[in-house]
């Protein structure tokens, strides 16, 4: 059990280098999401190939798994050009509220009931947002070094934050019909095939756009590649074994923690942040707080109605 919490908060930690590798990679998001989608396909195929995992996908499942990689691949558009634009503590709260939506958006999709707690959390996030981009400008402190385009920082990484909830939804089913690795190879090869059709398009307005990598990027995306994706889903597919999907979604929700960490201590980014960004993310971690504190009632609730019928069906067969 020790180790299955140490390999899931391990995961985590690479999870929450995502954003301080893209802002230490020089390329574009466009560029740098095509490059990291394409060395993941490759080394989740070879080691698919390897353990023999290869499931062909049905023909209705197709055209979902292709739409995901689509929507993976805009995700981490949106997420890297966030960190571009802003940095990569805002993009990483921003991301935060994913979990929140998840839960807005899943009844939407799979048909379920909405629930109006989680309809006020949701706003509780979107009211954190709103204090990020309207107030964080402002409150910024004297002296601060200047983000390229904050605002536009702050749009792109809600976007982000609610196509991974959409994603998330929608793979929902397909994860219970594939091996993990499998899907993911399938959904990051229709991601990379989505990218390369439009790059013909993207080149033609940004033709001194650098597509090699240079000086250190190519370590950088290896890294991001295999250990932040590859190795990171590998040791949270293990921890799953042994921890509930409880314990795993709270691990999670600790990645943007993880994240704002690193890039303060790497690229010193509380000193661009003010009582806006401070402000905003309170609201957001209270949301995802009350988020945890909702889950933990809805299993206790569930396990203990779960005993009370186990207890009525003994009772039942101990009749005369």
Known sequence: MKRAFAQIHLAVLLWGFTGVLGKAISLSA?????????????????????????????????????GIGFLYAVHWVAFYASIKYANASIAMVCLATASVFTALLDPLFNKGRFSSLEIVLS??????????YALQHNGSPAGASPMKDFKLGVFLGVAASVISAIFTVLNKPLAERYP???????????????????????????????LLPGGM??????????????????????????????????????????????????????EQLGSGFYLGMSLIFLSL????????????????????????????????
Request: aromatic share 10%.
């Open 30 to 66: 466009p560029v740098l999401v095509w490059y990291r989608m394409a060395l993941t396909a490759l080394l989740i195929a070879a080691i698919v190939s390897y353990r023999k995992e290869w499931v062909w996908p049905g023909q209705k499942d197709r055209a979902r798994i292709l």
């Open 123 to 132: 706003l509780v996030a979107v009211a954190g947002v709103y204090c990020i």
């Open 180 to 210: 993990p690795r499998t899907l993911v190879c399938y959904e990051m090869s229709g991601g990379l095939f989505f990218l390369s059709l439009a790059a013909p398009f993207y080149l033609m307005q940004h033709r001194e756009e650098p």
């Open 217 to 270: 990027d190519l370590l950088w995306l290896l890294l991001l590649s295999y250990c932040c994706t590859v190795w990171g889903q590998s040791l949270a597919m293990s921890a799953l074994k042994k921890l509930s999907a409880f314990t795993i979604t709270l691990s999670v929700n600790l990645e943007p923690v993880y994240g704002i960490v690193l890039a303060f201590l790497i690229f010193h980014e509380n």
């Open 289 to 320: 707080l009350c988020q945890v504190v909702l889950l933990v009632a809805r299993s206790r609730s569930g396990a203990a109605q779960q005993e009370k019928m186990v207890a009525q069906d003994r009772k039942t067969k101990s009749l005369p």
